[in-house]
């Protein structure tokens, strides 16, 4: 790399990563065991969050020159902040490596064809609603036709790397029905839900089955218009201020006062809206405040239903004799950063047909990870591997996530290990909807 290119992306790294945050490591070591990147690399220390942060210092001091090497460490690093709660010093590594890829995307000449590919996602189909249901038409078109059949048929997917052939056959169902009101006595909980860019298209059904639960529990579910992607995959991809614009757009899109939560059911999502006040320190003092509200809020659709008492409901059921082994895979931005931990679990061992096992790395990523699993799939596959044989090992028959990269990696798992006729992948909605409601 020129020596121009180098210094252009030091003086950037100079202007958007926080050197009081970077000085916050006190290179304990405490985080190490819990980076999936460090563990599956053989302890390779670039590979880890002490070095990454090293690295971070070392090129905003200009001690080491930029190199592929450099940026090879970062773009392995899953953003799963899984050393979040792990440092004793507090060190917030999410924001760091999320100023890091901005630091990176501002200054690094792209190629066209990455300009394009960040343009098309960006600011057409994760930032329209409308057209990632056009996109997913043409998923459903291609599943109900028997496309997908003559395409599997005739080998076509032998072209595609396996990632990709592993995927589409995860692809889920195209919802099958109209969604019914269940409200049963008028409402005693109003909750605005952000139905997500992904779970309100690819996942339907849940999302209908989401609003189902809840009218069940007493709830009048509100979905506000105008709402869009959380702007995760964009704040996640060096893309800050189209993240940014995407959380105006919510804010105000979800500015009642009638709203007693605003629930999500995607960990990933849920975590980047909780952090909503944090895109506006510094700007104008109605700005943070609105952004504040809406964070104050927040909750995910696991805490929620066990607020609304679903544990009652569900140890109401029958009992029968469980043969079903159920198992619960974290998100790691419900974990690490929302701290939801016992909820989904507490839900799961209440259900009386099945019995809850716990898997013994439930805590670490799966390496979904938005879509890393596509942009790094050697790693990705490294990390599912190791998954799928602890849900081997505790012969699960059904691996509950509560979000939708998830669920799409742990069902690319399942079709990988040839278990798809004694396993199966599910969002919690819709287990718990198939034992309350269906
Ligand atoms: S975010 Fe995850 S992969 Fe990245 S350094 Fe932290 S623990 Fe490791
Ligand atoms: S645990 Fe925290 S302070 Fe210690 S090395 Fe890791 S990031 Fe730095």
Known sequence: MGSLQAEKIRQSFVTRVNEDRLMDCM?????????????????DE???????IAL?????????????????????????????????????????IEETRDAIVSAKDQSLKEKLIRKGAFDHLFA???????????????????????????????LFPSFMKDMERALPEPPKRKRDSVLRSPAKTKVAFFTGCLMDTMFKETNRNTIELLERLGCEVVLPKGQQCCGALQGHSGEMERAKRNALVNIEAFDDVAFDFI???????????????????????ELYAKA???VDKQIDISSLLVKLGIVAELEKLPSTEAVEIVTYQDSCHLRNVNGVTDEPRTILKAVQSSVFTEMPGANLCCGSAGIYNLLQPE????????????????QASTIITTN????????????????????RAMHLVDFIHEKIIQ
Not at 130 to 156: D, E, H, N, P, S
Not at 404 to 420: A, D, F, H, T, Y
Request: proline letters at 4%.
């Open 27 to 43: 290179r304990c070591g405490f985080c190490l065991p819990a980076c999936p990147t460090y563990i599956h690399s053989g302890h």
């Open 46 to 52: 670039t590979q880890s969050p002490r070095g990454r």
């Open 56 to 96: 971070m210092k070392a090129v905003r001091d200009g001690v080491v020159e930029w190199d592929g090497s450099i940026e090879e460490a970062f773009d392995l690093c899953l953003g799963c902040r899984a050393c979040e709660p792990a440092c004793p010093a507090g060190v917030q590594y999410g924001t760091l």
């Open 128 to 158: 329209d609603q409308r057209k990632m249901q056009a996109a997913v038409k043409l998923v459903t078109f291609y599943q109900k036709t028997g496309l997908q059949k003559v395409v599997r048929k005739i080998g076509f997917l032998e």
């Open 263 to 285: 629930v999500n059911n995607a960990g990933g999502c849920g975590a980047f809206l909780s952090e909503y006040d944090r895109l506006f320190e510094g700007e104008s003092p």
């Open 292 to 294: 504040k509200r809406f």
């Open 379 to 394: 790693m990705a596959s490294k990390i599912l591997e190791s998954k799928m044989k602890e849900v081997k090992e505790i």
């Open 404 to 423: 939708p990269g998830c669920l799409l990696q742990m069902k690319v798992g399942v079709e990988r290990e040839g278990l798809s006729s004694t396993a």
